[in-house]
């Protein structure tokens, strides 16, 4: 059964720090998708990235970047130089079967202080 | 582009009695998945609907139950309710579920149960 690790339940940094959060995953398909989330105090889960599990290549949005290992399971998310705004708690997920189901991880709640 | 749509945002109830959460999903979108959070278990998958059939279910008792509208829209409802059904729960909708798509969610609807 897939699984997804986010062993940081709270991280705090002050403003224009650098701060990575990890994400470790179980899974036993062949052919998967892994997503990040983020959820601000309002509750509505907005969608930041996708990754397949064929495409390793890293991605830079911004003050956003993304770590995908296949090697490690890992897909881990980077914020550069945080802000006050980024404070929310944040979600890793793994895209399972053909259908629409999510499975999430605890979720690591980052807070950015001024 | 509207977003997806939870009413209520927040509802009160008692134990023993029923509700109904409905979620109207992005237009175009066919696919609705349901979750439940909470502090203790997280994010958890209850369903997922698609041309108006249940295609995927997690692991919930039978009084959590949904159906899915012609136009896609959906509804949740959970009879006999317990003290721990209060959660906020989370809709979601995708054009047609795949594994591959982001779910894009709505605000959540707050339940507490008294």
């Known amino acids: 059964a897939q699984k997804v690790t986010q062993a940081q339940t709270e991280i705090s940094v002050v403003e224009k720090e650098d701060v990575t959060l990890d994400c470790v995953y179980e899974t036993r398909d062949t052919t998967y998708y892994l997503f990040w989330y983020k959820q601000p105090p309002s509750g509505e889960l907005v969608f930041l990235i996708r990754?397949?599990?064929?495409?390793?290549q890293n991605e830079i949005s911004g003050r956003y970047s993304w770590n995908f290992q296949k090697s490690t399971s890992s897909f881990n998310f980077t914020i550069t130089a945080s802000q006050v705004v980024d404070s929310a708690v944040y979600f890793c997920a793994h895209g399972s079967g053909n259908t629409g189901k999510l499975i999430f991880g605890q979720g690591t709640t980052l807070q950015v202080k001024p | 582009k509207a977003g997806v749509t939870q009413t209520p945002r927040y509802l009160i109830k008692t134990r023993g009695q029923q509700v109904t959460l409905s979620c109207s999903p992005i237009s175009g979108h066919r696919s609705v998945s349901w979750y439940q959070q909470t502090p203790g278990q997280g994010l958890q998958f209850l369903f997922e609907y698609f041309s108006e059939t249940q295609r995927n279910k997690g692991n919930f008792p039978g009084r959590f139950s949904g159906r899915q509208f012609s136009n896609s829209r959906s509804e949740m409802n959970v009879s006999t309710l317990e003290l721990g059904d209060s959660a906020l729960y989370l809709c979601?909708?995708?054009?047609?579920?795949?594994?591959?798509?982001?779910?894009?969610f709505g605000d959540g609807t707050r339940l507490s149960i008294l």
């Open positions: 979601a909708s995708s054009l047609d579920g795949g594994r591959d798509q982001p779910q894009h």
């Open positions: 990754r397949n599990s064929f495409d390793e």
